[in-house]
T-cell receptor
Framework: NAGVTQTPKFRVLKTGQSMTLLCAQDMNHEYMYWYRQDPGMGLRLIHYSVGEGTTAKGEVPDGYNVSRLKKQNFLLGLESAAPSQTSVYFC?????????????FGSGTRLTVV | AQKVTQAQTEISVVEKEDVTLDCVYETRDTTYYLFWYKQPPSGELVFLIRRNSFDEQNEISGRYSWNFQKSTSSFNFTITASQVVDSAVYFCALSGVIQGAQKLVFGQGTRLTINP
């Protein structure tokens, strides 16, 4: 089982360029999340989705857009990258329903904006 | 609002010492879950433990132990006889319903360095 796969793993962008990070999960999970990790600030939620075709803002959504056209994929877009978006990005997914279901994380994408 | 605070930004100890990582949380939910994750230098997040709000039993797993106290809203993590391989960033996290959806809120992380 692949679990949660993030592509790419590394990327360097110039200020003003655009890019899309892809998160794919093969567990049929309803919930998907995008986090960014910065030193001393832990992981902060950017956007999340509770199901196909739905997205919502998290704690730090500015400068990012997301789409969930297919249940298994959650895309994070940067329309005009800024140095402040240099970070490590993690995607996670989770099943819904009664009881406990754990979070499955991808291995992260390290993005540098110069 | 849900919040997790890890007041210790960095800890450095000598190998074989015991070390405790503190975690304090805030939530209005009666049902929630607490987690600890380890992030080694390779960067991935490694799940260590989950505890639900109705289970205050302490847990021991090898050299690791966790102390959950609802009265003080704390979920502390102790490593006994630390080893160099324990060097990592450790995150405490809280899962609950925020604005109608399940979300995971992380603390700031504690960077633990074990010196030989």
């Amino acid at each position: 089982n692949a679990g949660v796969t993030q592509t790419p793993k590394f990327r360097v962008l110039k200020t003003g360029q655009s890019m899309t990070l892809l998160c794919a999960q093969d567990m049929n999970h309803e919930y998907m999340y995008w986090y960014r990790q910065d030193p001393g600030m832990g992981l902060r939620l950017i956007h999340y989705s509770v199901g196909e075709g739905t997205t919502a803002k998290g704690e730090v959504p500015d400068g990012y857009n997301v789409s969930r056209l297919k249940k298994q994929n959650f895309l994070l877009g940067l329309e005009s990258a800024a140095p402040s978006q240099t970070s490590v990005y993690f995607c996670a997914s989770r099943r819904t329903g009664q009881g406990y279901y754990g979070y499955t994380f991808g291995s992260g994408t390290r993005l540098t904006v110069v | 609002a849900q919040k997790v605070t890890q007041a210790q930004t960095e800890i450095s100890v000598v190998e074989k010492e015991d070390v405790t990582l503190d975690c304090v949380y805030e939530t209005r939910d009666t049902t929630y879950y607490l987690f600890w994750y380890k992030q080694p230098p390779s960067g991935e997040l490694v799940f260590l433990i989950r505890r639900n709000s109705f289970d205050e039993q302490n847990e021991i797993s090898g050299r690791y132990s966790w102390n959950f106290q609802k009265s003080t809203s704390s979920f502390n993590f102790t490593i006994t006889a630390s080893q160099v391989v324990d060097s990592a960033v450790y995150f405490c996290a809280l899962s609950g319903v925020i604005q109608g959806a399940q979300k995971l809120v992380f603390g700031q992380g504690t960077r633990l360095t074990i010196n030989p």
